[in-house]
């Protein structure tokens, strides 16, 4: 599914040591960076619904099973439609993720959404067209503007995950405020997705 691959910058990485000596240091500590950009972006979206509130290995377990509905293990919006709700449970997904999944699909056939523009569009259009999507939040979409398409400055202020890490990197009592996570991350424009991504390893590093 992935075919570039972006490693983090010489620059971002000197940005971060101007503007923010703290995440510089977990910078330093947790080696290498990569983005990676998508060369099916029906397939990645798919993944996302599927991987909405799972932990990482059961929402590649279920997306290995939805794969393997399509010739090619390759998922497209007309089979998708062709499929019957039950087919798709069988394989792990909810009731709920099989709506948006069919409403995504629905939205390709009637082109109400084209894919293929997104490489052209901002971060806010992008984020618009698909929040049209039955169970497409703005989680989702940051998701899939910084695992996808690679974007360079994206950040979920509502993801768990990345609060965690900021609790543990500045050791707040608490998670962050919004106001807080707002601060901090006007310091990392406009490199915003390396540092969650800087933050994603850190929680998956066990605290010493």
Known sequence: MFIK?????NHVVR???KFDPTLHAYAEKVGEIVLTSSHDFFASLCSDIIGQ??????ADTIYGRFEKLFPKNTPTAQRILKLSDEKLRSVGISGAKTRSLKDLAMHIVQKKLNLSKF????????KTALIQVKGIG???????LMFSLARKDVFSFGDLGLKKAIQ????????????????????WQPYR????????KVLDTPEK
């Open 138 to 144: 703005p989680w989702t979409a940051e998701m899939f």
């Open 15 to 17: 940005h971060f040591q």
């Open 5 to 9: 691959k972006h490693q983090i910058p």
């Open 119 to 126: 490489p052209h569009m901002t971060n806010d259009e992008i």
């Open 53 to 58: 509130q799972l932990s990482g290995k059961a």
């Open 193 to 200: 997705t390396y540092a969650a991504r800087i933050l994603w």
């Open 168 to 187: 543990r990197v500045y050791g707040l009592k608490n998670h962050p405020t919004e106001r807080q996570m707002l601060a901090l991350s006007k310091k």
